[in-house]
């Protein structure tokens, strides 16, 4: 399984980025995706994920402001942010869960990473 995300950057607190994670190796409906972020001097938390049944879990402090949202015939995943806050920033990854874990908060589940894309909110 192999994971590229793409679409971080610099935006102004109140706006809004859309991230993608493009995966290739196992389809959608097989695996649970999940966005992670990590901020400097922070351990990484969960920010959301998709079961591969497409029920999702989204972390308290991105509730009502990001959704996670799939592209089948790309097999990619979207993370669309609003609502920007400079709490917000920190690299964000996406991961592949291949075996169906519980626990899909901890990081320890996903077996698949993609590389990490910076994203900067300014106030």
């Known amino acids: 399984v192999q994971l590229q995300a793409c679409g971080g950057g610099l935006v102004q607190a109140g706006g809004s980025l859309r991230l993608s994670c493009a995966v290739s190796g196992r389809t959608l409906n097989s695996i649970t995706l999940a966005w992670f972020r990590q901020a400097p001097g922070k351990e990484r938390e969960l920010v959301v994920a998709?079961?591969?049944?497409?029920?999702?879990y989204y972390a308290d402090s991105v509730k009502g402001r990001f959704t996670i949202s799939k592209d089948s015939a790309k097999n990619t995943v979207h993370l669309q942010m609003n609502s920007l806050k400079p709490e917000d920033t920190a690299v964000y990854y996406c991961?592949?869960?291949?075996?169906?874990?519980?626990?899909?908060?901890?990081?320890?589940?996903?077996?698949?990473w993609g590389q990490g894309t910076l994203v900067t909110v300014s106030s």
């Open positions: 998709r079961r591969w049944s497409g029920s999702t």
């Open positions: 991961a592949a869960d291949t075996r169906r874990s519980v626990a899909i908060a901890a990081a320890t589940s996903y077996d698949f």
